[in-house]
């Protein structure tokens, strides 16, 4: 039996990549900054926060065990809202980032020869509209901290898959002529399903491919939270 974790829950993509590797008869742990989910979701679930790095980790720790990780997969990241400016300073935006390093670190001695570190990236690449600098500076160092993991000699295969972001509770920012537009710039003229890029993602852990190793993988589309 191997074992995975998710961390952040993913939302959709996320419960139905979890489902998929479950019904495999793998061990599946899930973290998640959101209370609620643990009483939905029938898959362990360990409340662990972006703002909050060394809350829950002797937690995971418990329910991962000895066992070292299949597959460590990456949907972490902070609120994305639509600003026309941003408060502040943008050195907000790096202090979780800065948590989610420091979870990678203490997660690597669990990541052997073969397992698969793989990023859920946020695109924006075909979301023209202003007013999320802040999101793009956490996707832009999401991307660089792919490429310092991609360039390890450890065995490790790494991997990224990048979506859209569609609206959501989380994304109430986005209007339905928004996402008309996202959609119309993509080769299909919509937006990826959760189940399809689910299905991609749990064919990619179990075969643990080093063809796409370091690569950035795009779905043209589909539902992130």
């Known amino acids: 039996m191997s074992t995975?974790?998710?961390?952040?829950?993913?939302?959709?993509?996320?419960q139905v990549l979890a489902g998929k590797l479950a019904k495999q008869g793998d061990k599946v742990v899930i973290t998640s900054h959101r209370p609620s989910l643990s009483n939905s979701f029938p898959l362990p679930?360990?409340?662990w926060d972006l703002h909050s790095p060394d809350t829950g980790l002797a937690t995971l720790d418990a329910a991962l065990g000895s066992d070292p990780l299949a597959s460590l997969s990456l949907?972490?990241?902070p609120t994305f809202r639509r600003e026309s400016r941003v408060s502040g300073?943008?050195?907000?935006?790096?202090?979780?980032?800065?948590?989610?390093?420091?979870?990678?670190?203490?997660?690597?001695p669990r990541l052997e020869d073969g397992s698969l570190l793989l990023f859920f990236i946020p695109s924006f690449s075909r979301h023209r509209a202003d007013g999320y600098l802040s999101a793009r500076l956490w996707v832009g160092s999401l991307q660089g901290l792919f490429e310092e993991w991609s360039r390890n000699r450890e065995g490790i295969l790494v991997t990224a898959i990048e979506s859209l972001i569609s609206p959501g509770q989380s994304t109430p920012h986005m209007t339905p002529e928004m996402v008309e537009r996202v959609a119309g710039r993509t080769s299909r003229g919509r937006l990826a399903t959760a189940d399809e890029i689910a299905d991609f993602a749990a064919w990619l852990i179990h075969s643990r491919n080093p063809l796409?190793?370091?690569?950035?993988?795009?779905?043209?589309?589909?539902?992130y939270f």
């Not at 995975?4 to 959709?12: A, F, M, Q, T």
């Not at 300073?89 to 690597?108: G, K, Q, V």
């Not at 796409?212 to 539902?223: D, K």
């Open 4 to 14: 995975h974790l998710l961390v952040g829950s993913g939302g959709e993509t996320g």
């Open 45 to 47: 679930t360990i409340k």
């Open 75 to 77: 949907f972490a990241h």
């Open 89 to 108: 300073t943008h050195a907000e935006i790096f202090f979780p980032f800065s948590s989610l390093i420091r979870l990678l670190d203490h997660l690597r």
């Open 212 to 223: 796409f190793h370091g690569q950035i993988l795009q779905t043209e589309g589909g539902p």
